[in-house]
């Protein structure tokens, strides 16, 4: 890459500096690569034209999901991969989630640098919650929700039922701080407080 003393001489001059096609000097594809600016072109023309239909929504998931797949040769990590497909908020969040032991791929506990793959079964214990997916599509970048649902085969028990909680009192406004008997009605219709 040119330094910024390099390219303010090219510019002096009238050079074009490095093209488009690098990647490099494009305020759309600054820091990315070609590779990911096509992926980019990718995700926006395929979320651009929601007019398709529902069938059109699936096949642009599924084309969203290929252009966010690695080149050929290429591992993901399953880190990274749980991160891609919304299974936690923050790759860092998978890491440490991978550390402390809350993911097995196939019954095996394993490392943030695991190459994960096509067919595998991983299991994340996250928030209160297991999630069971097996792997259908190996991505690197993260998407949307409805590209991520085509990513993977979610096996996940159902979600543990909420507590059924009292709604908090509601008061008029102005009538400043509840007294001692506001807040032991309170607490007799949430059955907090003593039977009397």
């Known amino acids: 890459?040119?330094?910024g003393t390099q390219r303010n001489e090219a510019g002096r001059?009238?050079?074009a500096g490095p093209s488009a096609a690098d990647g490099i000097g494009h305020p759309?594809?600054?820091g990315t690569s070609a590779g990911a600016a096509t992926a980019?072109?990718?995700t926006d023309g395929a979320t651009g034209g929601t007019t398709g239909g529902a069938t059109g929504g699936a096949t642009d998931a599924v084309a969203v999901a290929k252009a966010a797949a690695p080149?050929?040769?290429e591992t993901v990590r399953v880190d990274s991969w749980i991160w891609s497909v919304r299974l936690v908020k923050t790759?860092?969040?998978?890491a440490t989630a991978c550390r402390g032991g809350h993911v097995r791929v196939n019954g095996e506990r394993v490392k943030p640098a695991y190459a994960v793959r096509v067919g595998d079964e991983v299991r994340l214990r996250h928030a209160d919650r297991e999630r069971?997916?097996?792997v259908k599509r190996v991505i690197r970048k993260r998407v949307g929700p409805p590209v991520a649902a085509e990513c993977y085969v979610d096996n996940s028990p159902p979600p543990p039922p909420r507590e059924a909680v009292a709604p908090a009192?509601?008061?008029d406004r102005g009538t400043g701080r509840p007294t001692k008997r506001d807040r032991r009605e309170l607490e007799r219709l949430r059955g907090l407080g003593s039977a009397e």
Not at 91 to 94: K, L, V
């Open 91 to 94: 790759r860092s969040m998978g």
């Open 1 to 3: 890459m040119a330094s």
């Open 13 to 15: 001059r009238g050079d």
């Open 132 to 134: 069971i997916v097996i």
């Open 71 to 73: 080149a050929s040769g």
């Open 169 to 171: 009192g509601i008061r």
């Open 28 to 30: 759309a594809h600054s």
């Open 40 to 42: 980019a072109s990718a």
